[in-house]
């Protein structure tokens, strides 16, 4: 079987837990298929496709459909086309109507259930609904990366047969994401080693709902650090509002330390490593990849309760939920402040749950078999057209 997966982000150029979805499921896909990636940007060293927008659109969903023809007219000869993300959607749903051939979609996250990036696309958020809307109701198969996101799927597309949407979990590799005893990295980054810290990585979006944290921060034990990776902002109104929130909390507590740029992931996992806990604020969140991530690392995380998240981190057991309420983003700070200080007051306890985090990472999540599960559903395609 020749499968063309398609996507945006594809190493060096990942920066969400999509690409790093890709990136490992492609690893693994190519010792059963015959694969094929395609990505934005140049050809990567690997043999990966590079594809670029030829015209230069200023609209970034004008690019992103250039984008998908280019795409589209490599797969001539494909038997499959997976796509990941509304960004490579269209090139899936142009190559099934163009060669007859089945088109599958993992769904990281729905368009519908972000309405934050009209702030980022303007008025091509409209054209970036039309295109996941148009894919995913005619695709033959939806990979959905968790039990939340199914559910999110068939509410916001109620006319897709809910027979088409299977769920395959987010996975990690338990080897590149185990516990690091270094500790060059927390020098390297000016952190106190001897002072615990809660630790963020991720984008600065509205879905990863981090300058609740930020706000939460002013909660914190005086003892406790807040690290920040956090880079990648959508908006540069939204990049101003997270450094005014950054500057503000500085000026009130010591130990708050933002690193702007994207780390590469040894250092990641030295942070994650050294952290009393991780903190995913998320807002929307399918599954919450960088959780595992965390957990892989043996450290406890403090989470949201939405999405997929509950799917990945067992409340009281690998970690502590904190319940969002859009309606009162306040009461979740407070929640999220003191859960933090809840296991910097016990740190045996963040252990143990970290201990048991790194467990389940082990035990449930790994790609070889993520990969079997999704090959199972391109041969469910495969009989069914």
């Known amino acids: 079987m020749k499968v063309g997966l398609l996507t945006r982000e594809y190493p060096p150029d990942v920066y969400g837990g999509a690409g790093v979805h890709v990136e490992f499921l492609a690893r693994e896909l190519r010792s059963l298929v ?33 984008i998908a023809v280019s795409m589209a007219e490599a797969l001539s000869g494909h038997d499959l086309a997976h796509s990941h993300t509304w960004y490579a959607n269209l090139g899936g749903h142009l190559a099934k109507l163009t060669y007859g051939i089945p088109h599958v979609i993992t769904a990281h996250s729905l368009e519908p259930l972000r309405p934050w990036k009209a702030e980022q696309l303007g008025g091509g958020y409209r054209v970036s609904s039309w295109i996941e809307r148009e894919a995913y109701e ?9 039990a939340g996101m199914r559910s999110d799927v068939l509410t916001a597309y109620p006319d897709i047969d809910p027979a088409r949407v299977h769920v395959v979990h987010n996975g990690i590799d338990t080897g ?31 879905q990863k709902g ?5 706000r939460a921060g002013a909660e914190l034990d005086e003892d406790v650090q807040l690290i920040l990776c956090a880079g990648g902002a959508d908006t540069p109104e ?5 450094r005014g929130l950054v500057t503000d909390l500085q000026a009130k507590r010591s130990g708050v330390r933002w690193i702007p740029e ?20 998320s807002v929307y969140e399918p599954l919450g990849i960088v959780n595992l991530e965390a957990m892989a690392c043996g450290t ?29 983003p306040a009461a979740f700070e407070t929640a999220l402040a003191a859960r933090i200080n809840e296991l910097a007051a016990e740190p045996a306890r963040a252990a143990r749950l970290g201990l048991a985090g790194r467990d389940r990472a082990v035990g449930e999540f790994g790609w070889a078999a993520i990969a079997g599960a999704t090959v199972a559903v391109y041969e469910a395609c495969g009989r069914l057209s």
């Open 34 to 66: 015959d694969l094929d990636v395609h990505c934005w940007g140049p050809d990567r060293p690997d043999g990966a496709h590079g594809h670029r927008d030829a015209h230069g659109y200023s609209q970034p969903a004008f690019a992103t459909m250039d």
């Open 138 to 146: 005619a695709a033959d198969a939806i990979i959905a990366v968790s």
């Open 176 to 206: 590149l994401y185990r516990p690091d005893p270094n500790r060059d990295v927390l020098a390297k980054h000016g952190i106190d080693p001897d002072r615990p810290y809660a630790l963020f990585v991720g984008r600065i979006t509205r």
């Open 210 to 214: 981090v300058p609740h944290l930020v």
């Open 238 to 242: 939204l990049d101003a509002e997270f």
């Open 262 to 281: 994207m780390l590469p992931r040894a250092e990641v996992v030295q942070l994650l490593t050294h952290a009393l806990v991780f903190v995913c604020p």
């Open 300 to 328: 406890a995380v403090v989470a949201s309760d939405v999405g997929g998240i509950p799917e990945v981190v067992e409340d009281g057991v690998t970690g502590l939920l904190v319940h969002y309420d859009e309606a009162d």
